[in-house]
């Protein structure tokens, strides 16, 4: 069974700093894109940033371009989103995506449960 387990999320001031990590077991994704989206109260999930299978291409949204990165140890089955300068706007419960080619929409094949990110002001 394919399982993403997403990690790292919580209660920070703004301007700080978190790092999101997402374990996948089940099956290797070294092949495979994989992306974060997120989903604030009231809001449709939007696409956050997606990293190919090598690490070697990357896309962001614009609203975090600059702050956030993407990486990915293929070793450990695992996807990374490093966030700075972190925003009130950037709460969110953010969810790790995996499976299928690299992309800005919701096409993935998996889909964690998602890790609460709460930015104070």
């Known amino acids: 069974q394919v399982e993403l387990v997403e990690s790292g999320g919580g209660l920070v001031q703004a301007g700080a700093s978190l790092r999101l990590s997402c374990a996948a077991s089940?099956?290797?994704?070294?092949?495979?894109?994989m992306g974060w989206f997120r989903q604030a109260p009231g809001k449709e999930r939007e696409f956050v940033a997606a990293?190919?299978?090598?690490?070697?291409?990357?896309y962001y949204a614009d609203s975090v371009k600059g702050r956030f990165t993407i990486s990915r140890d293929n070793a450990k089955n695992t996807v990374y989103l490093q966030m700075t300068s972190l925003k009130p706007e950037d709460t969110a419960v953010y969810y790790c995506?995996?499976?299928?080619?690299?992309?800005?929409?919701?096409?993935?094949?998996?889909w964690g449960q998602g890790t609460q990110v709460t930015v104070s002001s």
């Open positions: 995506a995996a499976g299928g080619i690299l992309s800005r929409g919701q096409e993935y094949r998996y």
């Open positions: 990293i190919s299978w090598s690490g070697v291409t990357s």
């Open positions: 089940g099956r290797t994704f070294r092949n495979d894109a």
